[in-house]
Structure formats: structure tokens, C-alpha cells
């Protein structure tokens, strides 16, 4: 299976399995590589096409990011700490836990919510929420708008594109890989600036 045709894993997987993908993805530190948002889109597009149910996939998946923000937020909470001592792995780096807290050096707790448009942050967000001891309170209803925008943009996207263009299906793999470039790039552009920032240029 090609990692980036993300309709291939939707159909092995099924609606079950993008929920348990996505809470994954939006909360479990060793789940970064994840493709979060070219699996929202591409389930938007299916879901146009009648082939998953639209209701059932916006709710399942605001409900599955708000848990695993939770989730995270515990985690980091609990041993967070821990994991800046922990060595490179093929599911940790620790480069990604940095740019998530330069991310919260730079917007804030708002974070939380900008967070679920970018890959690998948006998976370390809540952890570092966690770590930093950021009020419950607070980190709760950012994480419920994060997890309620995130979905119903990116899913919605996918659906009225389906909808609005027929015979789009021709070329969904290119938006898919459009997309998952366009979503890195933030993290790109961040990873760049501090990388100018030590002086290594």
C-alpha cells in the first residue's frame, strides 16, 4: 500500500479505523507520521461520493480528537518531562517536541487550537499543554474548538469539492498530495527560522 494513497486506507481500515487514526494522530506522542489531514479530506470526498456516512464521520472524529487531546494532556501532565530526556526513536524525535514549544513561545495557549492545522505539532500540542501545566479550564475549551474546526473544515472541504465537481475523483490523488504539502509547510517555515535563528547559517 503507497503511503500517501490515503483512499486505500480508508477502504482497509473503514470508518472505525479513521477514528482510531485520528485520536491516535491528535494525541499519542509516537503517532506524528500519521496522514491526518489528507485522511479528513479523503473522507470528505468519500463520504460526497455515498460511500461513508457524513454525519456519523464529522461526529465520530470531533469526538475522537477531543479525547485524545485529553489524552495527551494527561499524559503530559503526568510524565511529560520524561520524554526530553528520551533519545531519538523511529517513533519519537525529540526535534518535533521543540517545535511544538517554539509554536507556544510564539502564539500562546491559542496554540491548541492553530495546532490541529499543522502536522506533528498538532500531535505534541496537548502533551506540551500537559507539561506546561496550562490551566484546565482553559486548555478544555481550546481543545473542544480545535477539535470541533479542525474536522469540519478539512472534511467539509473534501465533501462540497466532491459535490460541486464531478468527476474530481480523477484527480485526488494530486490534491491529496497538494494538501499534505501545503500542511507542512508551517512546520517547515518554523523549523527554518530557528534553524537561522543558532546561527548555523
Known amino acids: 500500500m503507497h503511503i500517501f494513497n490515503v483512499e486505500s486506507i480508508i477502504s482497509s481500515v473503514g470508518l472505525l479505523g479513521i477514528f482510531g487514526i485520528i ?13 491526518g489531514d489528507s485522511l479528513l479530506f479523503t473522507a470528505g470526498f468519500l463520504a460526497s461520493q455515498g460511500l461513508l456516512p457524513i454525519s456519523s464521520l464529522l461526529f465520530g472524529v470531533m469526538f475522537c480528537a477531543l479525547a485524545a487531546g485529553y489524552v495527551g494532556y494527561w499524559f503530559g501532565n503526568k510524565v511529560g518531562h520524561a520524554i526530553f530526556q528520551k533519545e531519538d526513536s523511529l517513533f519519537f524525535k525529540k526535534k518535533y517536541l521543540i517545535q511544538t514549544r517554539d509554536f507556544y513561545e510564539k502564539y500562546g495557549h491559542e496554540v491548541v487550537i492553530l495546532a490541529r492545522f499543522v502536522p506533528i505539532v498538532r500531535t505534541f500540542s496537548p502533551i506540551f499543554a500537559g507539561i506546561g501545566q496550562m490551566n484546565f479550564k482553559k486548555f478544555s475549551i481550546y481543545n473542544l474548538i480545535g477539535a470541533v474546526i479542525w474536522p469540519l473544515l478539512i472534511i467539509l472541504a473534501g465533501f462540497y469539492l466532491g459535490r460541486i465537481f464531478p468527476g474530481v475523483d480523477k484527480y485526488l490523488f494530486p490534491v491529496t498530495i497538494l494538501i499534505i504539502i501545503v500542511s507542512i509547510l508551517p512546520g517547515v517555515y518554523e523549523s527554518w527560522k530557528h534553524y537561522l535563528k543558532s546561527g548555523k547559517v
Open 23 to 35: 485520536f491516535a494522530e491528535s494525541g499519542l506522542f509516537f503517532a506524528f507520521f500519521l496522514p
